[in-house]
């Protein structure tokens, strides 16, 4: 069963979503499809706010009982907020992945990045290649 992707969402092949907020902003979760691999979450370890991060670099890392799995940055920026209450409850990943399950949001050092990512549908298809 396959979750409906939201539609103003760009994706990086290695299951990490971005939404550009406006401002420069954009906000960096994990996919339904990659929450749902991992299986329960127990473990979220976030970046630093103020860190600067490269676009393509391992900044946080998610934990399951089954695996533990680097999470990329889609962009280049400075990280300026986390989503600090996944500490205590990690699991809010796997029940809303695209919405509160966000991890930390990055002021764009060059938003255009983002058009070089995957579009909704071009993930899709990835994830049917995947599954073949």
């Known amino acids: 069963m396959s979750s409906e992707i939201p539609g103003d969402l760009k994706f990086l092949k290695s299951h990490e979503w971005a939404r550009v907020e406006g401002s420069g902003r954009i906000t960096v979760g994990i996919s339904d499809h990659a929450q749902g691999l991992l299986g329960d979450l127990v ?27 680097d999470v990329y940055s889609p962009v280049a920026g400075n990280v300026v907020e986390v989503n ?20 930390f949001v990055i002021e764009a050092d060059d938003a255009s990045q983002v058009d070089e990512l995957l579009s909704p549908d071009d993930y899709a298809a990835l994830l049917e290649e995947e599954d073949h």
């Open 43 to 69: 473990y979220v370890e976030l970046p630093g706010v103020g860190d600067h991060v490269d676009a393509g670099a391992a900044v946080a890392v998610v934990e399951s009982v089954k695996a533990a799995s």
């Open 84 to 103: 600090a209450a996944l500490a205590d409850k990690p699991e809010t990943i796997n029940e809303d992945a695209y919405g509160e399950g966000w991890l």
